[in-house]
């Protein structure tokens, strides 16, 4: 069965921390795993996009990981912002001959001051 | 200009009204979607239009009716439609699937 599983499912942490969120997956055949930052009543807005031969990849402070070996990917923020306050989303696509996105429950961030 | 647009950003109905949401982009991408999201919970997907045509329905009630009349907009019709499907309804577009998609903002329905 294809799943996305996000953890934590939601983090506090003061900010200028750095902080870690994961996401474990069985899509398969993969083709593509993209984070997604999204503010509350807002439109998911994407943060990075990761096909199977590329292992990280940053956008500012943000930088993804993943390992096609253990179906794993991490996103990685880096002195936070309170701005940075927001759910953060893995998707997962699945290239079958047809298309099958599937998206995690995501991760909600707060970064206090 | 890399942006998705939706109108209204909110709308609030009765169940007996008929209404329509649009969705605008001007990417040049040939994919667009619906999705419909609860709050805290992932977005839902509705539809897929592919080059114009419907590919993909995910057993979506029939109140729900979408339209693309040309390649830039995308449309869907609500009719009758019940308290429960008050949500957020996203429309995306990406350059041709799976490449990652382009969410808009979004518009909050709340049907009473």
């Known amino acids: 069965k294809n799943q996305v599983e996000q953890s934590p499912q939601s983090l506090i942490i003061l900010e200028g921390k750095n902080c870690t969120l994961q996401?474990?997956?069985?899509?398969?055949?993969?083709?593509?795993l993209r984070w997604y930052k999204q503010d509350t009543g807002r439109g998911p807005v994407s943060l990075t996009i990761?096909?199977?031969?590329?292992n990280t990849k940053s956008n500012g402070r943000y930088t993804a990981t993943l390992d096609a070996d253990t179906k794993q990917s991490s996103l990685h923020i880096t002195a936070s912002q309170l701005s940075d306050s927001a759910s953060y989303i893995c998707v997962v696509s699945a290239d079958t001959g047809g298309f099958k996105t599937i998206f995690g429950a995501g991760t909600r961030l707060f970064v206090k001051a | 200009d890399t942006e998705v647009t939706q109108t209204p950003k909110h709308l609030v109905m009765g169940m007996t009204n008929k209404k329509s949401l649009k969705c605008e982009q001007h990417?040049?991408?040939?994919?667009m979607y619906w999705y419909k999201q609860k709050a805290k919970k992932p977005p839902e997907l509705m539809f897929v239009?592919?080059?114009?045509?419907?590919?993909i329905n995910e057993s979506v009630p029939s109140r729900f009716s979408p339209e693309c009349p040309n390649s830039s907009l995308l449309n869907l019709h609500l009719h009758a439609l019940q308290p429960e499907d008050s949500a957020l309804y996203l429309c995306a577009s990406s350059l041709r699937r799976p490449d990652e998609q382009y969410f808009g903002p979004g518009t909050r329905l709340t049907v009473t």
């Open positions: 990761m096909t199977f031969s590329e």
């Open positions: 239009y592919s080059y114009e045509k419907l590919s």
């Open positions: 990417m040049g991408h040939r994919a």
């Open positions: 996401c474990n997956y069985t899509v398969s055949p993969f083709s593509n």
